[in-house]
């Protein structure tokens, strides 16, 4: 690890690095500058039989109290550039690194008067990770405005690939068997492209004002993840549901059921994963019992738990 220099620090919590403020240590986090720094960290960890695990923006993510053993790879800083790399009249091909913030790229397109990136407005987290979560909204989701993604097959061979080649589904993107097949690992993703269009700057503006305001009274301030549980379907969305179970304010220790939007988790301010697992059985199993419906979590959970 000598060769990272600052960029490894060891036993890190990773409470410092989630949205929700919840995750005991990874035995490493490293921060690699560039490919060269990653393909030389990836190829150590496969000889040394080091696990590792990609972080996005950490804001769709609930680690366990005990931490996450191996290595924990953040491309922020080191991939997060944005800029415009081609255009015509109809439409401009804008490139962003996987460590850049999904709210970075909203700002850019804001900026340049380009059209397309609004729907994303509000949503946290990374570019990378926003792929990988097909993260969207009600007005839009990346699928829509993705043309390509450049990934690294592990160790060391880049690929860009198309869109029309990629399989998305609500919430995710569905790597091809193949693709996994080319080095047993699921990709990294690196960068994506998107295809905005020039637009009238005021309509942007206006357009991203009401949206900002919407989730801004839909939606909790504080600690969070997100929404907890996918939609099981468009007609009972979970937190209609989590509400009409009169689960909303339900606390386990410091993690509560937002009083604003149900499918939100909040942490109070001690929340532990454990706590949290709890609620979500809690949630789960009441809506279950009232409404036949099976809720299927949305935020990832990884690391290990304290109790075995
Ligand atoms: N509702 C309630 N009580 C609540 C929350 C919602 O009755 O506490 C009702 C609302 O009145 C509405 C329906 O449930 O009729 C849907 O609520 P909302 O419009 O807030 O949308 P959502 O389906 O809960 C989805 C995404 C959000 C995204 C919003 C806004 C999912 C799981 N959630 O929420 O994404 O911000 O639309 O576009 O797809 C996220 O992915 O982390 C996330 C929060």
């Not at 220099?5 to 036993?11: A, C, G, L, S, Y």
């Not at 994963?273 to 809506?287: F, G, P, Q, S, Y």
Request: proline share 5%; hydrophobic share 45%.
């Amino acid at each position: 690890m000598d060769r990272f220099n600052e960029r490894v620090e060891f036993d890190v919590p990773m409470a410092g690095h989630t949205s929700l403020r919840v995750g005991g240590p990874a035995d490493a986090l490293a921060t690699p500058a560039d490919t060269y720094e990653l393909t030389g960290l990836l190829a150590m960890l496969i000889k040394t039989g080091v696990p590792w695990f990609v972080l996005g923006g950490g804001t769709n993510l609930l680690v366990r109290d005990s931490g996450i053993r191996g290595v924990v790879i953040s491309l922020r800083p080191g991939f997060s550039d944005i800029a415009a790399v081609d255009s015509d009249q109809d439409a401009v091909a804008v490139h962003a690194g996987a460590g850049a913030r999904l709210s970075a790229l909203c700002r850019y397109a804001l900026a340049n008067n380009l059209a397309g990136m609004n729907f994303a407005l509000g949503i946290p987290g990374s570019v990378g990770g926003a792929v990988i979560m097909n993260a969207g909204t009600e007005n839009g989701a990346i699928e829509s405005v993705l043309s390509s993604i450049e990934v690294l097959h592990v160790p060391d061979q880049k690929e860009i690939i198309c869109r029309r080649a990629l399989l998305f589904n609500y919430r995710g993107l569905v790597w091809d068997s193949s693709i996994i097949a080319k080095s047993g690992y699921e990709p990294i993703v690196l960068a994506a492209s998107f295809e905005l269009a020039p637009a009238d700057p005021r309509t942007q503006a206006a357009e991203a004002e009401t949206l900002r305001a919407r989730r801004k009274q839909r939606q909790p301030a504080g600690f969070s993840a997100g929404c907890v549980f996918k939609n099981p379907s468009a007609d009972a969305p979970a937190g209609y549901l989590i509400d009409q179970a009169g689960l909303k304010g339900t606390r386990i220790g410091d993690a509560q059921v937002s009083e604003v939007h149900a499918n939100f988790i909040v942490n109070l301010g001690r929340a532990g994963a454990t706590d949290i697992l709890r609620l979500m059985d809690i949630v789960r199993e009441k809506v279950l019992h009232e409404y036949g419906v099976e809720l299927e979590p949305e935020i990832r959970t990884v690391g290990e738990s304290k109790e075995k």
